[in-house]
């Protein structure tokens, strides 16, 4: 029922990941699926959003113009392109589930978390 999140890993500032997150039963009928993330000692913060019908999107501030979110409906997967990565963006990135909104408190089911590790 979780999602299943992919992709992580160390890349150099200024580098370029992408997130995957795997979707199935109902996961995959929920309104919108979120990425969420959690830096160490920091609490969980949204970074965007995306409905699974009409692909309507959402950008916290700090990730707006480098990250981008998309989905394959055929896949049952979510992406998430992170561009111009910094250290900042060092993080335990979770993929989550639910309503569509920016509040954590919309999504009922959460992935495990990848890592994501930005070197200056």
């Known amino acids: 029922v979780q999602p299943v999140e992919s992709g992580g890993g160390l890349v150099q500032a200024g580098g370029a990941l992408r997130l995957s997150c795997a979707a199935s039963g109902r996961t995959f009928s929920s309104v919108a699926m979120g990425w969420f993330r959690q830096a160490p000692g920091k609490e969980r913060e949204f970074v965007a959003t995306i409905t699974w019908r009409g692909g309507i999107t959402t950008y916290a501030d700090s990730v707006k113009g480098r990250f981008t979110i998309s989905r394959d409906f055929a896949k049952n997967t979510v992406y998430l392109q992170m561009n111009s990565l910094n250290p900042e963006d060092t993080a335990v990135y979770y993929c989550?589930?639910?309503?569509?909104?920016?509040?954590?408190?919309?999504?009922?089911?959460w992935g495990q978390g990848t890592q994501v590790t930005v070197s200056s």
């Open positions: 989550a589930a639910g309503k569509y909104g920016v509040a954590a408190t919309l999504y009922d089911y």
